[in-house]
T-cell receptor, first 113, second 116 residues
Framework: GDSVTQMEGPVTLSEEAFLTINCTYT??????LFWYVQYPGEGLQLLLK?????DKGSNKGFEATYRKETTSFHLEKGSVQVSDSAVYFC????????????FGTGTSLTVIP | GAVVSQHPSWVICKSGTSVKIECRSL??????MFWYRQFPKQSLMLMAT?????????EQGVEKDKFLINHASLTLSTLTVTSAHPEDSSFYIC????????????FGDGTRLSIL
């Protein structure tokens, strides 16, 4: 079946450290991949997306590359800030309908000054 | 673009009360909306898919009579938690997506429901 496996947290980093949150997937069709971020007490916000192999999604200094050969979509940021503290969810949907979304379990990130 | 508004953001009520949560797509039409439940420090659990003009599709284990969903227009879906009890206390989140392959889901800010 279709699923997402996400690196377990929590992750604690010092400000300006490099961030990687691993995400791998299994898909029966052609997936589109997403990273969402959830700040405390809020809903999920789309952080970035990639819809086909080798696409790189980027936003606010975060990047993730859709790698079909390793079925991965790892989230990276070169220098994290305290304001990046949040929970990050990897997700996929299968084209063409795209209605069913599969979420990872979420990775909590805390950045300390 | 693609803003989803959810209301109310916080509800505290007595056991036995029915609570209605609204989900609106503000700048686009959504034939399909989704309702999720999230327990503390856990991922989202899809409860149901709300289809405009027809019955919602519920996930296995979700009580249809407990969680009533109405999607009467292309911009509004409602979730009513009927006769709520403390075990229904949770964070409920709705989402909607634009039509087309690869479109992301856009989420509301969630509703924190606390049943006393």
């Amino acid at each position: 079946g279709d699923s997402v496996t996400q690196m377990e947290g929590p992750v604690t980093l010092s400000e300006e450290a490099f961030l990687t949150i691993n995400c791998t997937y299994t898909a029966t069709g052609y997936p589109s991949l997403f990273w969402y971020v959830q700040y405390p007490g809020e809903g999920l916000q789309l952080l970035l997306k990639a819809t086909k192999a080798d696409d790189k999604g980027s936003n606010k200094g975060f990047e993730a590359t859709y790698r079909k050969e390793t079925t991965s979509f790892h989230l990276e940021k070169g220098s994290v800030q305290v304001s990046d503290s949040a929970v990050y969810f990897c997700a996929l949907t299968i084209r063409p309908t795209g209605n069913q979304f599969y979420f990872g379990t979420g990775t909590s990130l805390t950045v300390i000054p | 673009g693609a803003v989803v508004s959810q209301h109310p953001s916080w509800v505290i009520c007595k056991s036995g009360t029915s609570v209605k949560i609204e989900c609106r797509s503000l700048d686009f039409q959504a034939t399909t909306m989704f309702w999720y439940r999230q327990f503390p420090k856990q991922s989202l659990m899809l409860m149901a898919t709300s289809n405009e003009g027809s019955k919602a599709t519920y996930e296995q284990g979700v009580e249809k009579d407990k969680f009533l969903i109405n999607h009467a227009s292309l911009t509004l879906s409602t979730l009513t938690v009927t006769s709520a009890h403390p075990e229904d206390s949770s964070f409920y989140i709705c989402s909607a997506r634009l039509a087309g392959a690869g479109q992301p889901q856009h989420f509301g800010d969630g509703t924190r429901l606390s049943i006393l």
